[in-house]
């Protein structure tokens, strides 16, 4: 993308992928790509979203550029926002105090005010699209999601929008509402929210009106964060859930202490492409029935992460979708990547990664084989490309340093993977 590297995701979407770059002068930026409709209304979502980069809000992230990809496709560019996630946050600690969720409930609802008054309706106000600074200070992220004809995120969806009326500012105040009542336990904020959850969007307040009434909720308190111990666990038990798919279970299986790993979701291999490597024996060396041996392991782990490449390359979702166990959590991180790939309209192409060391960590036999290997990982330069064939020069994701994945496998043969971590620190 000219006059910027795009190295890896910091998060997911409305186009897919929400990728960390640099512009020229190595300063860490935000990517976004938006799928413009065709003639006048992407000319006007263009000019909407260009409005954003001459304003500023405490509670939005600040737009530096849009970026013309190709005749359908920009780019939006705008500051990354550190913290974790109202979602997380929740998991953590429990609810709102009726002070936290008055703080919540104006910024969010000013930063709302602030977009309507340029002309964008964000589409997709959910618990995953909103961070909490290390101040406890909420910022609204993923200002690209009506652009993309985003359906929202289940749960926080209005009603009208569900019946299949298109995003509007009266949809994005209905889910504001639901993200506050969600967040303070339903029933505090009830009676400040009901007009806002009106089924009738004509009767909701404005944003801006929302705004205001925070204070009738309570006077605003500070949201504290829980420590970091407590959030990365948060994040263990309910994941991230990219809009549009139900939140991913907690699995239950036979390696569950070995995959209790801080911060492990996100931290894979493919990381440039927001998801783990997916390994299965498909030919050559077969496992023993009673267990995976150290050597037969670095061969499946080696010969098998290049047919992961291949079928990401060809974008062959059935093959992937043969690679992981049925119903885990990586068979749902692969159909998140599918759809974040597909609604983008990208492929990777050139996409090789180097194995550069496999540990057995644990090999269990009986009927139902399983194993944990931590693998060493590099992953090389590749680009995205038009999925349609379009000719294009493509966008370049850098390469990425050396890194430590945990793989649990479930076997026998031929072998599937069943979750992807972090590994975990050294001991000693």
């Given amino acids: 993308m000219p006059g910027y590297l795009l190295e890896a995701p910091v998060g997911f979407g409305a186009g897919g992928a929400v990728w960390g770059a640099r512009d020229l002068a190595g300063r860490p930026v935000a990517v976004a790509f938006v799928r413009l409709p065709p003639g006048e209304r992407g000319t006007a979502t263009l000019r909407r979203l260009g409005a954003l ?37 929740r998991s953590a600690r429990g609810d ?21 008054d340029h002309g964008v309706v964000h589409g997709d106000v959910a618990p995953t699209n909103v961070v909490l600074t290390a101040a406890g200070v909420p910022v609204l992220v993923d200002l690209a999601a009506d652009v993309a004809h985003e359906r929202g995120t289940p749960g926080f969806v209005a009603p009208e929008r569900r019946r299949g009326a298109p995003a509007s500012t009266a949809a994005d105040v209905w889910a504001l509402a639901r993200v506050v009542g969600w967040a303070s336990g ?18 909701r307040p404005a944003a801006r009106d929302l705004a205001r009434s925070a204070v009738s909720l309570s006077p605003p308190g500070e949201i504290e964060l829980p420590s970091g111990a407590d959030l990365a666990q948060a994040r263990l038990r ?25 911060g492990a979701r996100g931290a894979l291999a493919l990381a440039a492409l927001g998801v783990g490597v997916t390994l299965a024996v498909t030919g050559g060396t077969p496992a023993s029935p009673a267990s995976l041996r150290p050597a037969e392991a670095s061969t499946v782990v080696r010969g098998l992460v290049g047919a992961r490449d291949e079928a990401l390359r060809r974008g062959e979702t059935e093959a992937l979708a043969r690679l992981t166990v049925p119903g885990s959590p990586a068979a749902r991180e692969d159909e998140a990547l599918v759809e974040q ?11 090789r990664t180097t194995v550069e060391d496999v540990v057995l960590v ?18 090389g330069e590749y680009r995205l490309m038009p999925a349609g064939g379009a000719q294009a020069v493509g966008l370049p994701v850098a390469a990425r340093d050396p890194r ?11 072998w599937r993977l069943e979750e992807t971590a972090g590994c975990p620190p050294a001991q000693g």
């Fill in 96 to 116: 709102l105090g009726p002070g936290a969720a008055a703080t919540l409930l104006g910024a969010l609802a000013a930063a709302l005010a602030h977009l309507h």
């Fill in 186 to 203: 339903e029933t505090r904020a009830a009676e400040v929210l009901a007009a806002a959850l009106s089924p009738d969007p004509d009767l």
């Fill in 404 to 414: 430590c994945v945990r793989l649990v496998l479930a076997g026998p043969a031929p």
């Fill in 362 to 379: 644990e090999a269990t036999g009986g009927t139902g084989p399983g194993a944990v290997v931590d693998v060493v990982l590099r992953q």
């Fill in 238 to 262: 309910s994941g991230q859930a990219a809009t549009e798919l139900a939140p991913p279970r907690r699995p239950r299986g036979r390696h569950r202490r070995s995959r209790r790993v801080p």
């Fill in 53 to 89: 980069r001459s304003t500023a809000h405490p509670h939005l992230p600040k737009v530096l550029d849009v970026v013309g990809v190709d005749p359908g496709r920009c780019a939006l560019v705008s500051e990354i926002v550190e913290g974790p996630t109202l979602a997380t946050v």
């Fill in 341 to 351: 790939l597909r609604s983008a309209g990208l492929r990777p192409e050139d996409l």
